[in-house]
């Protein structure tokens, strides 16, 4: 049953599981302006929703989230007219993630298709990743002349060490889901036809859990693992404002609309 329903984003609530699904299904769930309103709005309200126990985040459609929507980035404009990518992430999406990081129930993030770019930051954020086989995993910024962010840069060599986050994030390449599972990138790789039903015994189990304990168990584990996300989070605004100010980041976006590969100057 959904309660509630923003333009971009869904809550539906069964019993203690609130899921929050990401509902642009037309671009992949792709963030733009309203997006990042809506999904801030929805993880705000999960959070201080006492009934909700267990919330799992998921995509509408064949994907989970593809990233930075780039058809709609100039909502926010630094003096010079280039995107102010810094005020978008501190405002508008350190709050999400952060927001998921510390919300004292357990976020399930249910990966049906491609995770990419932010959308693969918010993945990750989740304290568990289920993914489709087909799923795969791609931290896209490098192919437009960005950096990691949404916490990527932090969550990423978390879970696979710095070897191949380093891979992930120069190469610009997929990772597909049952490569993620053997990475530890995430936490299961199931088939399709078996996905839904998975996730659902999923959350019921941690909806009729120990509410409490799980809390505890996140405030731990940010403590010991996470204790600097701030830090990294505006160390990340502050490198991407730098890249966004690139000529290769221009030619990246001009490619991408393109459809042709970028030919990057390095300036």
């Known amino acids: 049953m959904s309660t509630t329903e923003l333009e971009t984003v869904k809550i539906h609530r069964r019993g203690g599981v609130a899921t929050v699904e990401l509902s642009r299904p037309e671009t992949m769930n792709a963030w733009n302006k309203q997006f990042g309103l809506d999904l801030g709005a929805a993880i705000a309200e999960v959070a201080a929703d006492d009934t909700a126990r267990a919330v799992c985040i998921t995509g509408a459609g064949r994907g989970f989230s593809s990233g ?5 980035i100039s909502d926010e404009q630094t003096p010079e007219g280039r995107p102010d990518v810094y005020k ?4 508008r999406y350190h709050p999400i993630i952060t927001g998921i990081r510390t ?9 049906n298709g491609p995770a990419v770019g932010i959308g693969l930051s918010l993945a990750l954020a989740a304290d568990l990743v ?7 995993f791609l931290l896209a910024f490098v192919n437009i002349g960005l950096v990691p962010d949404g916490g990527s840069s932090l969550f990423v060599p978390e879970r696979v060490g710095f070897t191949r986050a380093m891979e992930m994030a120069m190469l610009g390449e997929r990772v597909a889901a049952p490569q993620a599972k053997e990475w530890g990138l995430i936490n299961q790789c199931v088939a399709d036809d078996a996905f839904d039903a998975t996730v659902e015994r999923l959350m019921d189990r941690l909806a009729t859990g120990a509410t409490g304990s799980y809390a505890g168990i996140k405030r731990q584990l940010n403590a010991w693992l996470y204790a600097k996300i701030d830090e990294q989070l505006e160390l990340e605004a502050r490198i ?18 393109q459809k042709r590969a970028a030919d990057f100057k390095g300036r």
């Open 68 to 72: 930075a929507d780039l058809r709609d």
């Open 240 to 257: 991407q404002r730098e890249s966004a100010n690139s000529d290769d980041f221009v030619e990246g976006v001009m490619a991408f609309l």
């Open 130 to 136: 289920v993914a489709k086989e087909s799923a795969y």
């Open 103 to 111: 919300m004292p129930k357990p976020v399930v993030a249910a990966v």
């Open 88 to 91: 978008v992430l501190t405002e």
